[in-house]
């Protein structure tokens, strides 16, 4: 009677079925295409061309810790909307949330909050708690904001709308509006420009007047989009506890309620966050208010105080120079008009 092969003879009925599941699984995840997402220019934000662009670093960084190839796309935004409704990509990587109907799509936690604040030249913008405080005044605003359902419903205000947001700064530089709606973190990038030159800054309004965030929008008819929108959560969370967050959008203190007990903690990492560094002017990562028992994270190890988390700093001379992300070159000619 012939003997089977021993490579045969060695493979027990469950076992194979074990193997060629494996085989299967293996093929499906090496087939699966590039998911394909983008997004509009956006100063500091969204760029292709090598200038700063915090969403396209966070974003590229997530997928690289998740172990998922995506491609990032900048287009006009006139391109965008169609590219996206034809599938010529799966979808958005700089989506916000202001009252647009995204049904047909699966979107991620917001990875970067946004805090849509009036600055002004004038003292008077920082008594402004809500839209209706500024009925009848002319507003710069940029068309991405100015083009949602939010703003639109706003007729009370005069809309200067603005292509981009050099030209929005530019109704402020001009005094052809006493306002401007823009978030805080332009705001903070306009007001370093103004700083080196020794010119008054812009000031902010009593609070946000919108608050919303950058996330991931992808259709959900893409294979995998579940999954990926959740590795992509997941790595985000990581990367926000360990402070990489700190270092890819160029700042010293952010907060988060870390451990889930209500209360924000203050986040820094030892690359970037230095002892003279104001913990006070963090940037909150998720809306949450701090408090006396925050707690202190440097790289992902918990503090009780700022003085025993300073002490896994670099103790370096403080440095009185942080450039802006904004080309200070081209807004200079903004600046000789402030």
Known sequence: ?????ACLTQIQPS?????????AGFVTFSSQATTTLAASPFETYVSDDGEPARLNKIVTAAFNRANIDIELKVMR????GSSVLTGKV?????????????????LSDVYLPIYLYAVSKRYDVENIKLFPHLNNNRVAIENRFANTPTFRLLKEIK???????????RQLADDRAPYLITTQLLANEFNTLLAYDD???????????VHSGFQLAIRNTVTNAAKTIHAFNSAVADMQHEGEFNVLLGIAWLTKDIDGDGIADFI??????????????????????????SRFFIDGQAYASRQQSDSALPQLAEEHT?????????????????
């Open 1 to 5: 009677m012939p003997t089977q092969p």
């Open 15 to 23: 076992n194979f079925v074990f193997l060629i599941s494996l085989i």
């Open 77 to 80: 935004d006139a391109f965008l």
């Open 90 to 106: 799966d979808g958005e990587f700089a989506h916000v949330d202001l009252g647009e109907n995204k049904s047909d799509f699966l």
């Open 159 to 169: 809309w200067s709308r603005n292509p981009s947001t050099f030209d929005a700064f």
């Open 199 to 209: 010119e008054e800054l812009l000031h902010f309004s009593a609070k946000p007047l």
């Open 268 to 293: 820094g990492h030892s690359s970037i966050t230095r002892p003279y560094h104001r913990h006070d002017l963090a940037y909150s990562l998720d809306g949450m208010a701090t408090s006396e028992k």
């Open 322 to 338: 942080t450039p802006s992300l904004l080309d200070a070159t081209i807004y200079r000619q903004l600046i000789r008009k402030w």
